[in-house]
Nanobody, 115 residues
Framework: QVQLVESGGGLVQAGGSLRLSCVAS????????MGWYRQAPGKQRELVAT???????NYGDSVKGRFTISSDNAKNTVYLQMNSLKPEDTAVYYC?????????WGQGTQVTVSS
């Protein structure tokens, strides 16, 4: 059974940094696409960043220039380096992966940025 497990969330002051990780386990196949989405209380889930197996990246407008997505295809792992964090970045961050034509979601990790 495929599982996505996120880690690295926590509490940080504004201007600080965090690094999230997500590993896809329970499969012998490589992911075609992995990404990060976030959802703040009372808001819709939104795109943070995605990366394809070929290395193509896409970012949400609110995080461009501050966040960097990367991946290790051999380990089916995706990372999100978050710098210059702002209180409005506070949300639950979810990992998403496309594997064998099926999308999977992680359980989410909380990121809280204090002002």
């Amino acid at each position: 059974q495929v599982q996505l497990v996120e880690s690295g969330g926590g509490l940080v002051q504004a201007g600080g940094s965090l690094r999230l990780s997500c590993v896809a386990s329970g499969t012998m196949f490589s992911t075609n696409f992995m990404g990060w989405y976030r959802q703040a209380p009372g808001k819709q889930r939104e795109l943070v960043a995605t990366i394809s197996s070929g290395g193509y990246t896409n970012y949400g407008d609110s995080v461009k220039g501050r966040f960097t997505i990367s991946s290790d295809n051999a380990k089916n792992t995706v990372y999100l380096q978050m710098n210059s964090l702002k209180p409005e970045d506070t949300a639950v961050y979810y990992c998403k992966a496309l594997l064998q034509d099926q999308f999977y979601w992680g359980q989410g990790t909380q990121v809280t940025v204090s002002s």
